[in-house]
């Protein structure tokens, strides 16, 4: 078991354009996690999978961010049209847990650092 | 209101002292999860303790343990015999049980540990 693996570790973009982060979790857990930290902030939630099903995304989310989790195991982040203010680093979380459970540990990633120019 | 809450922005204790690092919760939901975690200058953010709502006995874990006091809606980590290595950042962080999946964040208590 590795844990969970992001790719790239730092991104450095002009405004405007589009980026896509990559998140691996452990192999076995069914639930997956994206945040955003900014400076001297903890974690804000960004959105959730469980298994291949998208079930909740936050309403801080613009139109502009999407994600995906096609076979149920790595997911996607992408930022279309980024803005000086996208800069963050973007966390990837994976847990497993039973719909309703409140006692799972998530296990976060080493993060994706995004500095927009 | 904040679900989660940490007024404590900066800590400084004394190498093998303990440290308590305070976090206040809100939520509605009788069932729920507190959780804390540390974030060293790398980055990652490590799990060190859980305690569920209906636990009857404070969490420990090695030398953190969690003071919950359910009627006043806090869960307070203890880091005892502090080490240089504790150096941190930590969050305190709340999941609640229901439908609703998110886990939220506070905005955390730097702590620094002198030699």
């Known amino acids: 078991d590795t844990g969970v693996s992001q790719d790239p570790r730092h991104k450095i973009t002009k405004r405007g354009q589009n980026v896509t982060f990559r998140c691996d979790p452990i192999?076995?857990?069914?639930?997956l996690y994206w945040y955003r930290q900014t400076l001297g902030q903890g974690p804000e939630f960004l959105t959730y999978?469980?298994?291949?099903?998208?079930?909740?995304k936050s309403r801080l989310l613009s139109d502009r961010f999407s994600a995906e989790r096609p076979k149920g195991s790595f997911s996607t982040l992408e930022i279309q049209r980024t803005e000086q203010g996208d800069s963050a680093m973007y966390l990837c979380?994976?847990?497993?847990?039973?719909?309703?459970?409140?006692?799972?540990?998530?296990?976060f990633g080493p993060g994706t650092r995004l500095l927009v120019l | 209101a904040q679900k989660i809450t940490q007024t404590q922005p900066g800590m400084f204790v004394q190498e093998k002292e303990a440290v308590t690092l305070d976090c206040t919760y809100d939520?509605?939901?009788?069932?729920?999860?507190l959780f804390w975690y540390k974030q060293p200058s790398s980055g990652e953010m490590i799990f060190l303790i859980y305690?569920?709502?209906?636990?009857?006995q404070n969490a420990t874990e090695g030398r953190y343990s969690l003071n919950f006091q359910k009627a006043r809606k806090s869960a307070n980590l203890v880091i005892s015999a502090s080490q240089l290595g504790d150096s941190a950042m930590y969050f305190c962080?709340?999941?609640?049980?229901?439908?609703?999946?998110?886990?939220?964040f506070g905005t955390g208590t730097s702590l620094t540990v002198i030699p």
């Open positions: 979380a994976s847990s497993w847990g039973l719909a309703g459970s409140r006692g799972e540990t998530q296990y």
């Open positions: 192999s076995e857990h069914n639930r």
């Open positions: 999978f469980q298994n291949e099903a998208q079930l909740e």
């Open positions: 939520t509605s939901d009788p069932s729920y999860g």
């Open positions: 305690q569920g709502s209906y636990d009857q």
């Open positions: 962080a709340m999941r609640e049980g229901g439908i609703g999946n998110q886990f939220y």
